[in-house]
């Protein structure tokens, strides 16, 4: 995933396609920007539409000719798709598969099975980070939803000590691990090996997740008291099956992709040779193309055979499952060719300036630029890509490592203070039987501990690699 990183990277060599000066460029971008937020938010207009428009108002601030704009807006998208694409939707065929299978069901209630009392809120992390791996973070809640609810009531515990740690789980999965569409994005438009950035991200989310998660929810559940809602409990996908998958097997397939892209970040640290037989053979199988495709193929047997599906029943699995990315898919589409408008308008050189200029780490400014596009939009999705494409010059001079830890500052910071522009703040206020107060203190200050303990970790990474 590297051919976009480097066409990215190379941009500022070539003419940009407005001669416009660095006070120009800034208030273009910020207009664009501008632009973008006013119809996310205000115009309620859909994020893949507001991108498409902001990139053209971002042209036209900089006296860019419509034309070129055009094109860099295309040419962006269509690399975007090209490269994550594909992914996003493998991704959504195996998480199709973990939740009708319902080996979704059996990982939570083996491992429920052998968790109590106190161990209960580092049960749910558990299950959330595992259930969470391969599925967009609104069908992780409400695949955890029921689970969540069933255990705080029959278990007599607080609704908070048992939902934040779920939560936590799936919102650093959301924000910092692969084949998440954000974390994606940033790999691809920064250039950072995805390998890498998946072993720092595993390292940079076990902290988070402990601070965020249980020690967080002790807090949450004495400022936030409230008992499991009486409502309805959705029906969970095993309750109409004959059979399930065994725990072994969901397990294995779920961590197959991640165990093949490890494996090739390993491959290349011990070997380091592009002609050994054992790194090109790495390099195939760990590409994530290939690591997500061979998990869908094994999730066609270990998943989808072992809950008794017909061919039949898969195919419609398989069909269902894609449907639902398509909004994702324009968004990160549209998103790419935001980023693409920015590097071919000379906003990286503008952006390198400032960070020589106020001398800002290269980390610290990601994080921030994602932190205000997130307040701003609501989209942990849009700060992303957004911020990937305004900071990926940065990552021209740095290391395999720290532009690693780049694609991952941004996932923090887009992850920043959910409040009530941010469709995930209702969806949770909703399911938790919550009034908007009580989910700034439980639900935000969860996000915004998460964003700023993920930005420690970063920062204390690039000191020590």
């Known amino acids: 995933m590297t051919s976009l990183s480097v066409e990215t990277l190379a941009a500022d060599a070539v003419e940009p396609i407005t001669s416009a000066g660095n006070a120009q460029l800034g208030i273009a971008v910020l207009a664009g920007i501008a632009v973008i937020v006013l119809l996310i938010t205000v115009a309620k207009l859909h994020a893949f539409l507001a991108l498409t428009i902001g990139t053209l108002a971002l042209g036209a601030f900089a006296g860019a000719p419509l034309d070129k704009v055009i094109a860099s807006f295309t040419t962006g998208l269509g690399s975007t798709v090209a490269g994550v694409g594909v992914l996003i939707a493998l991704g959504a065929i195996l998480g199709k598969l973990l939740a009708d299978s319902g080996g979704a069901d059996q990982i939570v209630d083996t491992i429920l099975a052998k968790a109590g009392g106190r161990a209960m809120p580092w049960a749910m992390v558990l299950i959330a980070s595992v259930i969470g791996l391969p599925l967009f973070f609104e069908v992780g809640i409400v695949l955890l939803i029921p689970v969540v609810l069933l255990v705080a009531k029959r278990g007599n515990y607080s609704l908070m000590r048992i939902g934040v740690p779920a939560l936590a789980g799936l919102s650093v999965m959301h924000g910092l691990i692969p084949p998440h569409p954000g974390p994606l994005v940033a790999i691809d438009a920064i250039g950072a090996n995805l390998g890498l950035t998946l072993a720092l991200g595993v390292v940079v989310a076990i902290p988070t997740v402990i601070i965020a998660g249980p020690l967080f929810s002790r807090y949450a559940a004495r400022w936030v008291d409230i008992p499991a809602p009486d409502k309805m409990v959705p029906q969970r996908a095993s309750e109409e099956l004959e059979r399930r998958p065994s725990f072994a097997a969901t397990v294995s397939t779920v961590l197959l992709p991640v165990v093949l892209m490890l494996g090739k970040a390993l491959v290349d640290i011990v070997v380091d040779d592009p002609e050994h037989t054992v790194q090109r053979v790495a390099d195939v199988v760990g590409s994530p193309l290939i690591a997500l495709l061979a998990a869908v193929i094994v999730g066609l047997f270990t998943l989808g055979r072992a809950a008794g599906f017909t061919k039949d029943r898969l195919a419609s699995t398989v069909e269902k499952s894609l449907g639902p990315i398509a909004g994702v898919l324009l968004i990160v589409g549209a998103g790419g060719g935001f980023k693409q408008t920015l590097i071919d308008s000379g906003v990286g050189r503008m952006v390198l300036d400032i960070s020589e200029d106020w ?66 703040f209702w969806l949770v206020k909703e399911y938790f039987g919550m009034n908007v107060g009580q989910t700034l203190k439980t639900w935000s200050v969860m996000e915004t501990i998460i964003s700023v303990v993920g930005l420690g970790c970063v920062l204390l990474l690039s000191l020590v690699l």
């Open 359 to 424: 001398s800002i780490p290269a980390l610290l400014l990601a994080w921030l630029i994602a932190v205000a596009i997130r307040l701003a939009t609501g989209s942990a999705t849009v700060a992303t890509i957004s911020a990937a494409g305004l900071v990926a010059p940065l990552a021209a001079d740095m290391s395999s490592t720290h532009t690693a830890l780049l694609v991952l500052a941004i996932g923090a910071g887009s992850l920043f203070f959910s409040h009530v522009n941010d469709a995930g």
